[in-house]
């Protein structure tokens, strides 16, 4: 059995043996089927001759909506979440002529799938749907037509922003709406996700005005908080169905650590180029997800030249998958993958999700994804239908991925992330009740729909800066631009910068993504291409670029200051006091350092404004006596002081010990928050200090690094625990002396990771553990 060839290879190759360290077994899981005999003749013709036996989680589904309960569906990947919505939406789009659905997808693909799936059920059962879809890709004849005749709509949140504004066009749609399908539900968190909360309510509403009350089904992968994601994302009640009746084959996991000794020179593109082509070799069908599009081609390009001299016919069997490419580019590898003319497959998370490709055997998984619905998405990708399967998890020289490494049982036991919606974010949401009074006149009743504090404070802002007007019907939007051109779904500053290469635009970037990734001089990527930024017009907003191969990159340098604004929460310890409240942030971007792989060969000087902005956050305070502590228990090599400064109880070295420690204990949360919280690192920020102004101690701050903040802190605060014990585990058991990547320091560091300190680090955190322990006692 191939499976059992690669897993001896791994074990016993000289190369690879070293690096394997751990294999984890899941069993396989038989299937729970049940049945239900009302369906009518058409839907029961469509079952029988596509040989479908459903699952009891389908059953479930079905039995629920048609209670007219809202459902969301958390069983895994391939486990047959689209035929449990489906079939509602079927039995009510028979029994009633007029009755319409709208499908929401994150994607083109997952969106070209689900039409297919339609047509087809739409011609075994004779039942008229006309599916189709709705977006920016189909002409205004074919637009119009579309919300003419079609019973089902299919469309992506960006193009709904972009309908709701001419809803009186969907009159007969949106007064016929039944059901509301939004499939792979989980993408939609963070700011991403309280941006699509906030469009969805705007579309209830716009629906309401139609007289329709839709009812939703929501598909996702596993969370901690499914109902309280989705009552978030929709402001409805939902009942849960996540008893998986669906079989899994055996699943084999194999932890693969490349830096399994600190001062190894190896390269993850090398790793992982190597397991691939082992892979194609023994004819397991893969698939290797990467963490960029650059690396998903050069992974390829390596995996092709280790299979080129002997056997050219394999290299000619793999191939780079990557957003990209045009659609018919892409169309064309998933079926080539399908169909077996391609073996192997390296790509972005674009085929996380579950667009048809049909069966693998093998995922490659470079560098853990952030979150482990992550990682069990992509994973899931292999062995559908019973069919065993194996994953190889190759380790990047971070925090989050050694840990597993050396702790690889966390990744099965400590269960799924929350997935965070933050409906108090005063930016999204002053952005979409511009949309909504753009949409219909606001009145008192749409409280219901928005924040009931927010609204009326927002409403009289707004009326005073003559954006909206009060008349006999509501409030009305005034403005001389369309909100729904301005609000962005993925940020929350409509501060956007273009970039701009031969005149084309490539891109837009929020002011801090453009500060930080494409300020002058800086190498930028745009879709695995390197640019030069040439020229950074900040009166225009314009940020020029120069295509060119570079084999170096740049990476920003700036300051951070925090200063309280307000304190929510505090709980007081006997060694620190945590805190949690509104914090006002500076980050001035002051110059960036030049690298080729870890060699930094040039430096460049930026004049750029500092960005200020309002955010929360949580921040914690020692007592004076930290310093003699950690000075008590790490001394350090003192160098020659003036005689007037020996005896002083506090000096340089002991500052300069603390302040490493501080800054190693701020870098290694910021690199282990992400996956508690369930957000990215960039999502997060920090800043440490021996003296802060506003506290008068040695003070630790992490705030959310977007304007107004989106709840990612605040859920940290109530975790801390958690993330101080795993904090302390990712460092004290790392194997370097005095700090590296997978501890201590930070690749988004803009002090250049110094000062830092390891040990100092360990001790912080381990009286931070100790003070939890005695206020359980």
């Known amino acids: 059995m191939a499976f059992d060839e690669i897993l001896n290879i791994l074990k016993t190759n000289n190369y690879f043996k070293h690096r394997l360290t751990h294999i984890e077994q899941l069993p396989e899981h038989k299937p729970h089927h049940c049945q239900i005999n009302d369906f009518s003749p058409n839907i029961q013709n469509y079952l029988t001759q596509k040989n479908i036996s459903l699952y009891l989680h389908q059953c479930q589904t079905i039995e629920l909506a048609r209670n007219h309960k809202n459902v969301i569906i958390t069983t895994?990947?391939?486990?047959?979440?689209?035929?449990?919505?489906?079939?509602?939406?079927?039995?009510?789009?028979?029994?009633?002529?007029?009755?319409?659905?709208?499908?929401?997808?994150?994607?083109?693909?997952?969106?070209?799938?689900?039409?297919?799936?339609?047509?087809?059920?739409?011609?075994?059962?004779?039942?008229?749907?006309?599916?189709?879809?709705?977006?920016?890709?189909?002409?205004?004849?074919?637009?119009?037509?579309?919300?003419?005749?079609?019973?089902?709509?299919?469309?992506?949140?960006?193009?709904?922003?972009?309908?709701?504004?001419?809803?009186?066009?969907?009159?007969?749609?949106?007064?016929?709406?039944?059901?509301?399908?939004?499939?792979?539900?989980?993408?939609?968190?963070?700011?991403?996700?309280?941006?699509?909360?906030?469009?969805?309510?705007?579309?209830?509403?716009?629906?309401?005005?139609?007289?329709?009350?839709?009812?939703?089904?929501?598909?996702?992968?596993?969370?901690?908080?499914?109902?309280?994601?989705?009552?978030?994302?929709?402001?409805?009640?939902?009942?849960?169905?996540?008893?998986?009746?669906?079989?899994?084959?055996?699943?084999?996991?194999?932890?693969?650590?490349?830096?399994?000794?600190?001062?190894?020179?190896?390269?993850?593109?090398?790793?992982?180029?190597?397991?691939?082509?082992?892979?194609?070799?023994?004819?397991?069908?893969?698939?290797?997800?990467?963490?960029?599009?650059?690396?998903?081609?050069?992974?390829?390009?390596?995996?092709?030249?280790?299979?080129?001299?002997?056997?050219?016919?394999?290299?000619?069997?793999?191939?780079?998958?990557?957003?990209?490419?045009?659609?018919?580019?892409?169309?064309?590898?998933?079926?080539?993958?399908?169909?077996?003319?391609?073996?192997g497959l390296t790509s972005t998370n674009a085929l996380e999700l579950g667009i048809d490709i049909g069966h693998l055997d093998s995922v490659i998984i470079t560098g853990f994804p952030g979150t482990i619905i992550s990682f069990m998405q992509q994973s899931g990708r292999a062995g559908r239908k019973a069919r065993p399967a194996l994953t190889v998890f190759v380790a990047y020289q971070d925090k989050l991925d050694q840990y597993f490494m050396n702790n690889p049982n966390e990744l099965f036991s400590r269960g799924f992330e929350h997935a965070i919606i933050d409906l108090k974010n005063p930016y999204i949401y002053s952005g979409h009740l511009l949309c909504a009074a753009a949409e219909l006149p606001l009145t008192n009743n749409d409280k219901n729909f928005f924040d009931q504090q927010l609204f009326e404070p927002t409403i009289q802002q707004f009326t005073n800066q003559n954006l909206l007007k009060q008349t006999q019907k509501g409030w009305i939007y005034t403005g001389k631009v369309a909100p729904n051109q301005v609000v962005s779904l993925n940020s929350i500053s409509s501060d956007t910068y273009k970039v701009v290469h031969n005149g084309q635009i490539l891109e837009t970037l929020s002011q801090q993504q453009a500060f930080r990734e494409a300020h002058h001089g800086a190498v930028f990527l745009h879709q695995g291409e390197t640019y030069i930024v040439t020229e950074f017009d900040q009166n225009t907003k314009t940020i020029t670029v120069q295509k060119k191969s570079v084999d170096f990159y740049t990476q920003p340098l700036k300051s951070i200051n925090a200063w309280i604004q307000d304190t929510y929460q505090s709980l007081q310890f006997t060694t620190f006091k945590l805190y949690y409240g509104k914090l006002k942030i500076s980050e001035q971007f002051t110059g960036y350092k030049v690298k080729r792989g870890d060699q930094i060969i040039g430096f460049g000087q930026l004049d750029l404004p500092p960005l200020e902005f309002e955010t929360t956050g949580l921040w914690f305070t020692f007592d004076d006596n930290i310093l003699n502590q950690v000075w008590q228990e790490h001394p350090t090599q003192t160098p020659a002081y003036p005689s007037f400064l020996k005896g002083m109880t506090i000096y340089q070295p002991k500052l300069d010990l603390l302040a490493g420690g501080l800054h190693g204990v701020e870098h290694a949360m910021i690199g282990i928050m992400p996956f508690l919280v369930m957000a990215d690192r960039w999502d997060l920020g920090g800043f440490s200090t021996v003296n802060h102004l506003d506290t008068g101690l040695p003070t630790i701050f992490i705030y959310d690094g977007y304007p107004g903040g989106i709840g990612l802190t605040q859920k940290a605060f109530n975790i801390f625990e958690k993330i101080v014990s795993m904090t302390y585990k990712v460092v004290s058991e790392c194997k370097c002396k005095d700090g590296c990547p997978a501890c201590i320091m930070s690749p988004k560091c803009g002090n250049d990771n110094r000062p830092l300190d390891k040990k100092a680090a360990i001790h912080i955190l381990k009286i931070m553990l100790e003070s939890y322990e005695q206020a359980k006692n």
Request: glycine share 4%.
């Open 76 to 343: 895994p990947t391939a486990s047959g979440k689209t035929l449990a919505y489906n079939l509602p939406v079927l039995e009510q789009l028979e029994i009633d002529k007029k009755a319409t659905a709208l499908y929401i997808f994150p994607t083109k693909a997952l969106t070209n799938d689900q039409l297919k799936t339609l047509k087809e059920i739409q011609k075994i059962t004779k039942i008229t749907l006309n599916p189709a879809i709705y977006d920016g890709d189909i002409s205004s004849k074919t637009k119009s037509f579309v919300r003419n005749t079609s019973r089902i709509i299919l469309t992506n949140p960006y193009e709904l922003h972009q309908i709701l504004p001419w809803h009186y066009q969907w009159i007969r749609f949106f007064s016929n709406l039944k059901f509301i399908i939004i499939d792979e539900a989980h993408q939609y968190r963070g700011v991403f996700g309280s941006n699509i909360a906030f469009l969805i309510r705007r579309l209830l509403r716009i629906a309401r005005f139609y007289g329709s009350e839709p009812q939703f089904i929501l598909s996702s992968a596993t969370l901690a908080n499914p109902v309280e994601f989705a009552q978030n994302l929709t402001g409805k009640k939902f009942k849960l169905v996540d008893t998986d009746g669906s079989p899994k084959g055996k699943k084999i996991f194999v932890f693969y650590n490349p830096y399994f000794k600190p001062d190894i020179n190896t390269s993850i593109i090398e790793e992982t180029a190597r397991l691939l082509a082992t892979m194609v070799f023994k004819n397991l069908k893969t698939i290797a997800f990467t963490q960029s599009r650059r690396l998903s081609e050069l992974i390829a390009r390596r995996s092709r030249e280790l299979l080129e001299k002997k056997y050219p016919h394999l290299a000619q069997k793999i191939a780079s998958y990557r957003a990209g490419y045009l659609p018919s580019e892409r169309r064309k590898l998933e079926q080539q993958l399908k169909t077996g003319q391609l073996i």
